[in-house]
């Protein structure tokens, strides 16, 4: 599948491997460790990241040096965003100087009680709120909206809710909302027709794709040719969700640099310097079993 234009839009390809990636496995690395990682994708081309989240440890202990992570990887020379899921995280985030927070909420009412114990609508105020507080603490604030296509517990979501929760951030001063398929289950049709559709209402659309149903990558060029043009990745795929068992993992960067390849489309990221990243990610994971091993 190639794009019929001469120098196709870049792709914006953000690496979530420090946050979703760590989130998803038992094992806790160490700053230092992290921060390896990071430099290592840098290297690659990576320019942006969705780097940690602030989030309370005791639920995600492999996130609890958010704030050192973050003070120490933020001069870098690249964009860095941090995950939150209600107004205490974006307190902690804006007292760590993030410049860019990522308030997360869920179009599935399940789904949200589960991660943010709170309802949608809730959730959708509190996020209100940090729009509103965003130019007062100096950061901007895009917006996750998780289960956009599917549930597991119920089922397919309905486009028209996650297209009114889109416009109501977009009315209150988001420029960017994150479309996510979080269970894996989205279908391509499906894909087009949230993402074009999504894309008229003003603000930038993102995509985080997981890999249940090994769709992510035709969904990924699928939604690029409706519109969007950010998209999460994972070093060698990683992730899925602690709080929705039977959860794929990400959209790979491996993955996303194949299929935008093929499609005649530059993303600026270095394949062949990945490895340097792959062998410090699998060193650090072993490091971190020794150091809780009997």
């Known amino acids: 599948m190639r794009l019929h234009h001469e120098h196709p ?59 050192v992570f973050y003070t ?12 939150v899921a209600n107004l205490r995280g974006f307190e902690r985030a804006a007292r760590a100087g993030v410049k860019v927070i990522d308030a997360v909420l869920s179009a599935s009412e399940n789904y949200n009680r589960k991660n943010a114990a709170r309802t949608t609508e809730e959730s959708a105020a509190e996020v209100e709120i940090m729009l509103s507080r965003s130019a007062h603490v100096g950061c901007a604030v895009d917006v996750s909206i998780a289960n956009c ?17 889109t416009k109501r951030f977009h009315d209150a001063g988001a420029r960017t ?42 969904n990924a060029i699928t939604a690029y040719k409706a519109g969007a043009r950010r998209f999460d990745v994972v070093l060698g795929g990683l992730g899925g969700s602690p709080f929705t068992p039977g959860v794929g993992g990400n959209l790979s960067l491996e993955t996303a640099l194949a299929v935008f390849a093929k499609a ?16 410090r990610f699998k060193t650090a994971v072993e490091n971190a079993q020794c150091r809780v091993a009997p």
Do not use: Y
């Open 177 to 218: 909302v994150w479309v996510a398929d979080t269970t894996g289950h989205a279908g391509s049709g499906a894909v087009a027709d949230l993402v074009e559709k999504a894309c008229h209402v003003g603000v930038d659309i993102g995509m985080h794709l997981h890999d249940t149903l090994g769709r992510a990558g035709e």
């Open 264 to 279: 005649g489309i530059d993303t600026g990221i270095d394949d062949s310097k990945l490895e340097v990243a792959r062998q």
């Open 72 to 83: 120490r990887a933020m001069d870098r020379g690249v964009h860095i965003a941090a995950l």
């Open 9 to 67: 839009p870049r792709p914006l390809i953000r690496d979530v491997t420090l946050r979703d990636g760590l989130q998803s496995i038992p094992e806790i690395l160490t700053t230092d460790e992290k921060f390896s990682i990071f430099e290592s994708l840098v290297n690659s081309g990576v320019k942006d990241f969705q780097l940690t989240s602030f989030v309370n440890p005791a639920r995600i202990p492999q996130l609890a040096d958010a704030e």
């Open 149 to 165: 296509f599917h549930c597991f517990e119920e089922g397919v979501i309905d486009p028209k809710k996650v297209l009114t929760l």
